[in-house]
């Protein structure tokens, strides 16, 4: 059946086979590459638990991180209707409660996060709070008709959920659609509350008995910026008035700045509501748990290279702040590893190294021995242990396990060293080495950091570090290294325990020191002359340098030395390590090209430079510039360049067929005649109209045939 | 009604007739007097087939008219019955009947929005501000002035509520009734005070019909009229109950309390928080029982809680308010001054114009207007040049400036040189082409450059304009042929030259000027990357166009049709063929991991050059021949949101049912696809970005589509804007994974819809349908669509012909016999437009025209087939 039809744009294809189930669909995609398919059921499974394990694990740090929010609200929410809940009839309360209670809750500029947010949120209220929760958005929204109907709808269905007993008249009316009104929604409010008043004695539910006897009917509007402001002001003006039937409580979900409730309402309006702010997380820490929990762990085998995570963190940072988007970033690296690594077989846990080292077959280990790192660490072994290697597989899969095992080992002190190097460097002015472990972590990644200027200032910043500061970051050392999976630290441990106790001997030292410096000054008060002054400066300059280091200044220096050796030793970057193919991710091009596409460069190479695509010979030309034998549709391109805002449709054919003609047949007498060769027009007439669907130029009445150019500065 | 009251009424008509000038105030203080008159009134206005009623509209509309206030009253106590008949009249569709009540509101209306003089009366109110004295306090007594009126502005308490102009109305339509209706309504607020018990009384009963007729709450009122739901608007309900507050207290106790009530309801009904504010205030405020209304005649309440009632504006005056009444009519004065002064420059364009033909010997005079003028001279020159080239040219000069006379001579020589120019250039423009592709014969590399610098002119109008000054750009006419364009350039670039400085002869200027200009446009071309910004505006700042003006017309044939375009196609071969199939194998290599990928969640977008059909095509064919998907021709002009769903629903989900709305649609699909995860659809879009669905809406509700668990989507795009399509929470919906395509391949199926450029609208298929509904009809209504498309044909030349008016239609119809009566050809009108053969649209007058909605060629090829049939 074809898809090409005049009367209809949509075909629909129905096989009547059975259909297959979906995950041997997918197993089976993952062999349909070439060559290695032996291994791919092993290696989907993987990836597949894998990519749970981290699902899993980012839900529940998301979940963490609203908690917080979560627990404020609640307890506004009970608090803002609690004289609802005596029925007090005093006049005083009566006049309070026109306000209605709102919650003001500013999320930040990733709009596409909130959405969980919000689920989370209307979830815990469900459980905790109140049955009756409606989740608005603007789109739904135009007019305050649509709004109470989208409001009615929700609020009668979780009635349903909550007592799916007799709702025959609430079904009734929400079928009514037309006659959504806020009397409507009383009455409705008031059967419902009575319903369960009396149900009360006889227990049956237990979700019910959670709530109070007149819960508060939650309306959320999830994009309060967007809405229409008549909108919102009827809506709050209409509800107000029945704020003494109806215990509403109002959250708005704030983009931007609690501000904007003052520029969309007017403050006759804004005084109806009784607003509290309340404030989330930012995207920015948001992130940095995220990282601190998915990558800086030991708990998944798979690992981000350098230059795909800064990858991720630019597009998260230049680009949408999102959350959702950078793990959606790493869901693709995940797939994109154990798609395109035939080896990542062996990116599994540590118990089940041992079977897949023993399993894999002759290929796998021709694959172990054709990565580079691995023909690296050939090369310095000597030549016995080289030839077994090479040709041995039993002895090679042994060797493999020891290398991985060591990766794993060598990742794990890498985390736990890292943060110690972090808690150094993040106290220092300016931050040579970034202010988040995460810039720390690019660069450690990147290259040996200890060859890096950065780092080099860092130590030096880090050798002027007043004692309680140094102190106090030892004390967090001890602490990480304790709380660390690795073993090695035990003596680094000690190592440092040993400093802090010689800090504390200092204590008494010290007096000596400060002798010294009062003596100088002492110096310094008695001449007053420039000259001499300067003088003395200089010569106490020298002394200075000359000078034997105080006991405090030598071990500060011995400190200093300590965290230096231990970065050389542990922050090696993983590329030189062995087999890091395996466990790392570093193909950042892929990311790019998927995550952060620019198909505007790719339209413009592709007329400009047409041969980046087709590898012709014919197409070769100096300059830069585009040949005359290049696709139609590169030329009439490079023609329309040179014109100015409208395109004469006739110059353009005929500068058209001069090139065209004079790449074809040179030296053909057919251009004596004045017209165009019919198959050129038809070539012209083709590209010009793929340039309009391209939309490059479009039809113009401002002349006769003529179009206007739509681009500008595309040459 | 009863032979009395006809008499009472008719006595009234005729009496006011015969009335003299001099006695109308004497008539109008007893007209009170007149006991049964007033109730008699009420019977007329209330019964629609009165034939006393029209003479009575007149009648009192005369009253309105006449300059004593009181009888100006006596017909406005009449305002609240006379709205609620018409709005009765206009929900029952009865629109003949009330066609003097109509005209009567329409009138009080329009004299009310002038005052004396014809202008637009503005009603406005200031708030007084506590920190300033008023007749009302004095500020020092406030004490604390922490309410300052910086403070209070900030939250937007002194305001001036204005009233704001009323058009003048001639009918009244849906949109406009309102309007003139709540207007009427705050007229009669304003006089409230002045109106008798009936009125109010009719007033009451007025709102609360209005609000409560055709709703539930009608079967408890005492009255059973029938009548329709009356649509009513905010701003009209909250007149409304300006009006009742002042009854309430005024002797309508009861009633009052009861319209109160019924607004409120229809307000609540409605959801129109503006009447519901005020009602429930009012509601608020009512004290337990009745005010005392013994004493008759004594007015409780005065009307001043409602910021619209002009007498307010009139007694609350206050330092501001005169400062701003002060400063509205010095700005009113401003602004004539300035309509003046553009008057007198527009004489002065006129002039000039005429001076322009007088030539040169004028051109002191002239001289004397610039300094005379000064400033204003500059710009309309420039629209006031209406004229040729040359006359520009010698006109131009003079006007720069005075210390350029020295070159007048100089420029004297231009004409003649320009014209010599003109002849070599002529000839040289038709023996380009071949001259060129000899030249590239030669030498193969360079033809692309020579060739630019020949025949594609356009990019050097372009820099030249770019150096000349464009003080002159726009003295240029727009359809002037193309070599006189040319040496108007030549001119042009002349005297740019010449203003810039340079004192060359004209000789010397001549013989270089093909070497400056190329060296200028290379210049040019130098600077364009640095300052594309600029180059931008330059090229938008004026609506000018410099391009030659050759058209297609020249050629000999000028537009292909699409078979033949097909045709020509087909016979020539596609470079690179083997290329661009090694490219799309590249691509077709990456087949089993879009598959994966879209498993995974992600839905998976292609870009760049070259058609994309055939490689989605062939991804459909080779993997998706065992699953349920669904492929989209978003290319297709016809496509819809509604027609992807509708596929969806009926042909995948086998659902036979209609719904109100895509999102419902949606909201379906999303229950089925999330009850059931083993459903699986794959979508496949060929150009997602396609005319029909870029809108924001439809992307939207794809993208919620995309977000679906069970539902892969892959599609397509090609234009170059087509990201900006999606926002975030879009992108985030869409979860695209990109993917670059180059295929090279030419659009053929995209571009094949006749819609692109230069290809001839053959308009086949219009034609085919346009013949194949006709021949299924009567004889006589072929005669009749006919006798459309002729006339349309004959005004074809006229752009902005509206159609033929249905009356005009009708009588040339019965005068072929065609019809017998207006209702026949309204009967097979509506076959017409059922099948789409015609378009109905109202002018300005309120008549209906009649459009066959296709261009003139098919029209034309349609008449000429219909004549060989008979």
């Not at chain 1, 500013?106 to 979830?123: A, E, M, P």
């Amino acid at each position: 059946m074809s898809t090409c039809s005049v009367s209809k744009g949509c075909f629909v294809f129905k096989p009547s086979a059975k259909k297959r189930r979906l995950s041997q669909r997918t197993a089976g995609d993952f062999g349909n590459r070439s060559g290695n398919s032996e291994d791919s059921e092993l290696q989907f499974l993987t990836c597949r638990s894998l990519w749970n394990q981290i699902k899993s694990e980012t839900e529940k740090i998301q979940e963490d991180l609203n908690k917080q929010l979560l627990d404020n609200l609640v307890s506004f929410l009970s608090r803002s209707h609690s004289e609802f809940q005596e029925k007090t009839t005093e006049w005083t309360c009566r006049m309070k409660f026109r306000e209605i209670p709102t919650a003001a809750l500013v999320l930040g500029v990733n709009v596409t996060d909130h959405d969980l947010t919000f689920r989370s949120l209307s979830d815990f209220l469900q459980n905790n709070i109140t049955p009756y929760i409606a989740l608005l958005e603007a789109k739904d929204c135009p007019g305050i008709k649509n709004l109470m109907q989208k409001l009615m709808g929700q609020l009668m269905n979780c009635y349903v959920d909550v007592d799916s007993l007799e709702d025959e008249d609430c079904v009734q009316v929400s079928q009514n659609r037309t006659r959504c009104s806020m009397s409507s929604l009383i009455k409705w409010y008031k059967s419902v509350t009575k319903k369960t008043d009396s149900e009360t004695p006889s227990q049956k539910r237990t979700s019910s008995s959670t709530y109070w006897q007149s819960p508060p009917i939650v309306v959320i509007f999830k994009d309060m910026e967007s809405f229409t402001t008549k909108v919102l002001q009827d809506f709050i003006v209409i509800s107000s008035q029945h704020i003494d039937e109806l215990p509403l409580v109002l959250i708005f979900g704030i983009a931007t700045s609690p501000m904007i409730i003052h520029r969309l309402l007017p403050h006759s309006v804004s005084s109806l509501l009784c607003i509290e702010l309340f404030q989330s997380l930012s995207c920015k820490e948001h992130l940095s748990t995220i990282i601190d929990k998915l990558l800086l762990t030991d708990q998944f085998p798979f690992k981000l290279g350098e230059k795909v995570l800064q990858v991720l963190i630019n597009i998260f940072l230049y680009h949408d702040f999102s959350v959702q988007n950078f793990i959606k970033g790493f869901q693709l690296c995940v797939v994109e590893h154990f798609f395109s690594q035939p080896l990542s077989v062996l990116c599994c846990q540590l118990v089940d190294l041992k079977e897949r080292v023993t399993s894999l077959s002759h290929n796998q280990c021709e694959n172990i021995r054709r990565l580079p790192s691995f023909r690296r660490y050939v090369e310095k072994q000597e030549s016995g242990k080289q030839i077994a290697l090479l040709t041995t597989d039993n002895f090679l899969k042994e060797e493999t396990q020891k290398l991985l095992e060591d990766l794993h080992v060598y990742h794990n002190n890498y985390v736990s060293v890292l943060r110690c190097l972090h808690v150094f460097t993040s106290s220092l002015p300016k931050y040579p080495l970034g202010k988040q472990i995460r810039d720390l972590h690019c660069a450690c990644l990147e290259n040996q950091v200890w060859e890096t200027k950065e780092y080099e200032s860092s130590l030096q910043l880090a050798r002027m570090l007043n004692k309680s500061d140094l102190v106090t970051m030892l004390q967090q050392c001890v602490e990480i290294l304790l709380s660390s999976s690795g073993k090695e630290f035990d003596k680094t441990v000690e190592k440092l325990k040993e400093f802090l106790t010689q800090f504390q001997n200092l204590e008494a030292e010290a007096f000596q020191e400060r002798d010294v410096s009062i003596s100088s000054q002492k110096e310094l008060q008695k001449k007053t002359d420039l000259y001499h002054l300067q003088k003395t400066l200089l010569e106490l300059k020298e002394s200075r340098q000359s000078k034997k280091l105080t006991k405090f200044e030598m071990l500060r220096f011995e400190v200093v030395d300590y965290i230096d050796s231990l970065v050389r030793k542990y922050l090696v970057p993983a590329d030189h390590r062995t087999l890091h193919e395996i466990l790392y991710f570093n193909t950042a091009t892929v990311l790019r090209e998927h995550l952060n596409a620019a198909p505007r460069t790719a339209l413009h190479t592709a007329l400009n430079n047409p041969q980046w695509y087709l590898k012709n010979q014919a197409l070769k030309c100096d300059g830069g510039s585009i040949s005359n034998k290049a696709p139609d549709i590169c030329i009439v391109y490079k023609l329309h360049l040179e014109c100015g805002r409208l395109i004469n449709l006739v110059d353009w054919l005929e500068a058209f067929s001069t090139v065209v003609t004079a790449a074809e047949e040179p030296n053909a007498d057919t251009a004596s005649s004045d017209q165009v060769d019919d198959i050129i027009h038809a070539r012209f007439i083709r590209a010009v109209s793929e340039l309009e669907l391209l939309g490059f130029i479009k039809p113009s009445k401002q002349k006769t045939d003529h179009v206007a150019r739509l681009t500008w500065g595309g040459c | 009604m009863l032979g009395s009251e006809r008499g009472v009424v008719e006595e009234w008509l005729s009496e006011f007739k015969a009335l003299p000038e001099s006695q109308i105030s004497s008539y109008a203080a007893t007209l009170h007097r007149k006991k049964p008159l007033v109730p008699a009134l009420y019977k007329v206005i209330q019964d629609p087939n009165n034939e006393l009623l029209e003479p009575v509209c007149h009648q009192l509309f005369e009253l309105y008219r006449s300059s004593e206030v009181r009888l100006k009253r006596f017909t406005l106590q009449f305002l609240p019955e006379l709205i609620w008949v018409y709005l009765r009249l206009t929900a029952s569709r009865d629109r003949q009947s009330n066609g003097c009540i109509e005209a009567l509101l329409l009138g009080i209306y329009n004299l009310e929005i002038a005052d004396k003089d014809g202008n637009n009366k503005v009603l406005s109110f200031t708030i007084p501000s506590l920190s300033k004295p008023s007749i009302y306090h004095e500020p020092s007594t406030i004490g604390s002035m922490a309410l300052t009126e910086g403070a209070l502005s900030q939250h937007d308490l002194i305001r001036v509520v204005y009233s704001d102009l009323h058009p003048q109305r001639e009918t009244f339509t849906a949109q406009n009734r309102f309007e003139v209706l709540s207007f009427l309504m705050l007229c009669y607020n304003s006089a409230i005070v002045y109106m008798p018990a009936s009125s109010y009384q009719s007033l009451c009963t007025m709102g609360s019909r209005l609000c409560v007729s055709g709703f539930p709450r009608q079967q408890e009122k005492r009255w059973k009229e029938p009548c329709g739901r009356v649509v009513l608007d905010p701003d009209f309900m909250v007149q409304l109950l300006t009006g009742v507050y002042y009854a309430i207290y005024n002797g309508q106790w009861e009633l009052g309390q009861e319209v109160l009530e019924d607004i409120i309801y229809r307000a609540q009904l409605e959801l129109y928080s503006q009447p519901l504010l005020v009602a429930n205030a009012m509601k608020n405020s009512l004290p337990f029982d009745a005010p005392d209304v013994s004493q008759e005649g004594q007015k409780v309440l005065k009307v001043e809680v409602t910021p619209t009632v002009p007498r307010i504006s009139r007694s609350a005056i206050t330092t501001a308010s005169i400062r701003r009444h002060r400063w509205r009519r010095e700005g009113m004065k401003a602004r004539k001054d300035k309509a003046q002064l553009s008057i007198s420059a527009k004489t002065f364009v006129k002039k000039l114009e005429n001076i322009s033909d007088n030539k040169a010997q004028e051109i002191l005079e002239e001289k004397k207007y610039i300094a005379a003028l000064g400033i204003c001279v500059q710009d309309p020159m420039g629209n006031g040049s209406n004229v040729s080239g040359g006359d520009i040219y010698s006109f131009q000069t003079p006007r720069r400036s005075s210390k350029m006379a020295e070159l007048a001579s100089e420029l004297a020589q231009t004409p003649e040189r320009s014209v010599a120019s003109d002849h070599s250039k002529c000839p040289e423009k038709t023996a380009k082409p071949p001259q060129s592709s000899k030249h590239s014969s030669s030498n193969k590399v360079q033809p692309m450059s020579k060739k630019k610098e020949f025949v594609s002119t356009t990019p050097y109008r372009l820099r030249k304009r770019l150096a000349a000054s464009d003080s002159h750009l726009e003295s240029e006419s727009e359809y002037s042929a193309s070599c006189s364009e040319e040496e108007d350039e030549e001119d042009q670039q002349e005297v740019s030259t010449v203003l810039s400085g340079q004192k060359t002869s004209g000789k010397t200027k001549a013989a270089s000027t093909p070497h400056p200009r190329n060296s200028l446009a290379k210049k040019t071309k130098e600077e364009k990357t640095s300052n594309l910004a600029e180059e931008y505006f330059e090229a938008h700042s004026s609506s000018k166009v410099l391009t030659s003006d050759r058209t297609l017309q020249k050629l000999r044939k000028r537009r292909l049709s699409q078979e033949t375009l097909h045709d020509l196609l087909k016979r020539a071969p596609l470079p690179y063929a083997a290329d661009i199939k090694e490219l799309n194998q590249q691509h077709e290599s990456m087949f089993s991991k879009w598959m994966l990928q879209l498993h995974l969640g992600f839905n998976i977008v292609l870009y760049g050059l070259g058609s994309k059909h055939d490689l989605l095509e062939n991804f459909r064919t080779s993997l998706l021949h065992d699953s349920v998907h669904l492929v989209v021709n978003g290319y297709f002009p016809g496509i819809t949101v509604r027609s992807i769903l509708n596929s969806i629903t009926e042909e995948v989900l086998d659902h036979t049912g209609t719904f109100r709305s895509p999102l419902d649609q949606l909201e379906f699909i999303t229950k089925r696809f999330k009850e059931d995860s083993s459903l699986e659809l794959y979508v496949l879009i060929h150009s997602l970005d396609s005319q029909m669905l870029r809108g924001e809406r439809s992307q939207q509700i794809l993208a919620q589509l995309s977000s679906l668990p069970g539902v892969f989507l892959i599609a397509s795009i090609d234009h170059i804007n087509a990201p900006l399509m999606w926002d975030q929470a879009k992108l985030s919906l869409y979860n695209w994974l990109w993917y670059e395509t180059t295929t090279f391949s030419p659009y053929v199926e995209e571009t094949s819809y006749e819609n692109s450029l230069l290809v001839k609208q053959s308009g086949s298929l219009a034609l085919s349908s346009l013949t194949h509904v006709l021949h299924s009809l009567t004889p006589n209504a072929r005669g009749i669509f006919r006798l459309l498309a002729q006339y349309q044909l004959e005004k074809k030349d006229n752009p902005s012909y509206p159609g033929l008016s249905f009356q005009d239609f009708y009588q040339q119809c019965r005068e072929a016999f065609l019809v017998n009566s207006d209702l026949t050809l309204r009967a097979q009108l509506t076959e017409f437009r059922d099948h789409k053969l015609i378009r109905t649209k109202r002018g300005p007058d309120g008549v209906e025209y009649l459009l066959i909605p296709v261009d003139v060629s098919t029209l034309t090829d349609f008449l000429e087939n219909e004549d060989e049939d008979v």
